[in-house]
């Protein structure tokens, strides 16, 4: 059977896609080029299914949710908090898999932040 390899890509609506590019790269520091190709750090992905009624991503209205591995997920918290982001105040410590932080970003999409263990 032939296999998938990796996640390829992850696309958004926007009303306004260069500021929304424009954020994900001055908060988060994601350096995608022009075309939108991002060169990432190899390590694990997550694809995990989730119940149709769960409040984990926030909205009931946002169908998926974006994970961005992170080295040091306070820094990263504390880094968009400076930036004006919408962050969660509460993380999550999960035993044997890492720890948990979410923001927002401007169009309103939750975004989870993984320190892997």
């Avoid at 930036?83 to 993380?91: E, F, I, L, N, S």
Wanted: contains cysteine; hydrophobic residues 40%.
């Amino acid at each position: 059977m032939e296999r998938v390899q990796g996640i390829g890509g992850y696309f958004l609506r926007a009303v306004d896609p260069a500021a929304l590019s424009a954020w994900y790269r001055d908060c988060l520091g994601l350096d995608a080029d022009d075309n939108g190709l991002w060169h990432q750090t190899a390590g694990p992905t997550v694809f995990a299914t989730f119940d149709a009624d769960t409040d984990y991503f926030g909205s009931r209205n946002q169908q998926t949710m974006l994970n961005f591995r992170v080295r040091d997920l306070d820094a990263m918290l504390a880094q968009l908090r400076a930036k004006g982001a919408d962050v969660a105040a509460q993380t999550q410590d999960m035993a044997g898999v890492g720890r948990f932080g979410w923001v927002t970003d401007p169009a309103g999409n939750r975004i989870e932040l993984w320190q892997p263990t």
